[in-house]
Structure formats: C-alpha cells, structure tokens
C-alpha cells in the first residue's frame, strides 16, 4: 500500500519569506503522480502543483515549485514570496495510475504579516 | 460548468439511520471517488470509479456502499450509520490520464458534505 507522510503538522513563515513544506512517500509503482493541495478554512481542496514520475524536471506555478528526489521517494514544496492568502493546510498526494490517491496528514501553514 | 457539486452540504443523522450522500459531475470525467476527513488528518479514499458500472474500494471502505449507475454520478451510501462515520465527505472526479495532457489527471473536488452522526 502506498503510504505519504507529511512531518512537519505546523509552519509558519514571514510574509514575503520563501518556506519549504516536506514530503515523503512509499511506494512500489513506477509511474505515478504527485500532487500539492492547498485546504484554506473553506474547505474547498485546491490544487497547487503536481509532478508526474516519469519526468524529471521539477514542476513549477508562479510562486510556487517542487523539488522531485524520485530515488528518495521525496516531493517538497516551496513557496516563495509568501502572502498572507498562503495561509492554509497543505496536503501532498500520491496518485496511481488507476486513481488510487492517498493523502499526507497535512500541514498548517501560517503566513505572518 | 458547475463542476462537482455536492449534497446536502451538511447532515445529521441517528445512529443507525441509512442516508445517501449525492455527487454530481458535469466535465464528463470517467474517474469519480470519495473521501473522508477526519480532524487533523488528510483525506482518506473510501470508494473510487474508473467508469459506469465499475467500482473499487479505497482505504477505508467498511460501513459505505457505492454505484455508478452514469457518468455523472457517484452517491456514496450509509446504510446504517455509526458515530465513527462523522467526518466531512469529499467527492472528487477526474479524467482518463492522457500522456502530455497537462491537467488529464488531476482531482477537481467538490465542496464537501459536513455530516454528524449522533
């Protein structure tokens, strides 16, 4: 079974800092995907980054990028330029190809004025 | 396009009391999935679809049935409903995975059903 885990349950940064969020995972699959989820007090899961396994080139999206260590089994998160909309938890994801998604525990993210 | 939409929004239920949480899609995605969220934890897959008619169970599936009788739509059944279930219900649905499709994987996920089961 594929297993993510998320270390650190709370972080905080300052606003305009950069903050990297970890990212471990298990598995025997060799094509997958990963994926970043940003959860503000909505509730509503949005999504913020994802890597496929077969490239090798790390993802990015405006402020935020991924660095993809495949061999480690290990996808963090950077923010730069952080803003006080970063506020929120952030769930990384491991995806198979049949969807089979599994979820990290989440970290709260604070970012401070 | 509404995207997934969820209902109801929020439920309470009796223990012991059968309802059926409802998840509609209209991107016409073959993949459909639920999740719980428990306090302080990530979202866990109870039941996932890869099309009409087929249905697998996830990590956490006891106490939750599921169908996929269309495309459009996955409800997630309780038949018989017990405090332990009292969590927030996501629904998620997603497309086939296509080689160089940039979003063809990716979960768009509904806005959850907070239920409290007493």
């Known amino acids: 079974a594929q297993t993510v885990t998320q270390s650190q349950p709370e972080m905080s940064v300052q606003e305009a800092e950069t903050v990297t969020l970890s990212c471990t995972y298990d598995t025997s699959e060799s094509n997958y995907y990963l994926f970043w989820y940003k959860q503000p007090p909505s509730r509503q899961m949005i999504l913020v980054i994802r890597q496929e396994a077969y490239k090798q080139q790390n993802a990015t999206e405006n402020r935020f990028s991924v660095n993809f260590q495949k061999a480690a089994k290990s996808f963090s998160l950077k923010i730069s330029d952080s803003q006080l909309g970063d506020t929120a938890m952030y769930f990384c994801a491991f995806m198979k190809q049949d969807h089979d998604m599994r979820f990290g525990a989440g970290t709260r993210l604070t970012v401070k004025p | 396009n509404a995207g997934v939409t969820q209902t109801p929004k929020f439920q309470v239920l009796k223990t012991g009391q059968s309802m059926t949480l409802q998840c509609a899609q209209d991107?016409?995605?073959?993949?459909m999935s639920w999740y719980r969220q428990d306090p302080g934890m990530g979202l866990r897959l109870i039941h996932y679809s890869v099309g009409a008619g087929i249905t697998d169970q996830g990590e956490v599936p006891n106490g939750y049935n599921v169908s996929r009788s269309t495309t459009e739509d996955f409800p997630l059944r309780l038949l018989s409903a017990a405090p332990s279930q009292t969590s927030v219900y996501f629904c998620?649905?997603?497309?086939?995975?296509?080689?160089?499709?940039?979003?063809?994987?990716?979960?768009?996920f509904g806005p959850g059903t907070r239920l409290l089961v007493l």
């Open positions: 991107m016409n995605h073959e993949y």
């Open positions: 998620a649905s997603s497309s086939k995975i296509a080689a160089g499709e940039p979003r063809g994987e990716t979960q768009y």
